[in-house]
């Protein structure tokens, strides 16, 4: 049974810092290409970052560079996001994704609220 839990979320001041996790089971990790996605009240679902399978190469949307950082332990299964410099208007549900080309897989975690408030 594919699982994706995400941990780490809560209520942070502006300016503060957040590492969310997500633990992964059920498939083979280290194959998928994982994603941090984020939603936001009232919003469409938008990409935060993702990395590949090794962790060799990442990509982030313009407004989280140089603030947020995506790493993956494919030894521990667990993908991360370390989130900086928090903005109120970071506030979102935060979802882990796990993505497969061929065959073709993708698997949503149920989320993990953060939200950015003083």
């Known amino acids: 049974q594919v699982q994706l839990v995400e941990s780490g979320g809560g209520l942070v001041q502006p300016g503060g810092s957040l590492r969310l996790s997500c633990a992964a089971s059920?498939?083979?990790?280290?194959?998928?290409?994982m994603s941090w996605y984020r939603q936001a009240p009232g919003k469409e679902r938008e990409l935060v970052a993702t990395?590949?399978?090794?962790?060799?190469?990442?990509n982030y949307a313009d407004s989280m560079k140089g603030r947020f950082t995506i790493s993956r332990d494919n030894a521990k299964d667990t993908v991360y996001l370390q989130m900086n410099s928090l903005k109120p208007e970071d506030t979102a549900v935060y979802y882990c994704?796990?993505?497969?080309?061929?065959?073709?897989?993708?698997?949503w975690g149920l989320g993990t609220q953060v939200t950015v408030s003083s």
């Open positions: 059920g498939f083979t990790f280290s194959s998928f290409t």
């Open positions: 994704n796990a993505r497969k080309n061929w065959p073709a897989q993708n698997y």
């Open positions: 990395i590949t399978s090794t962790g060799g190469s990442t």
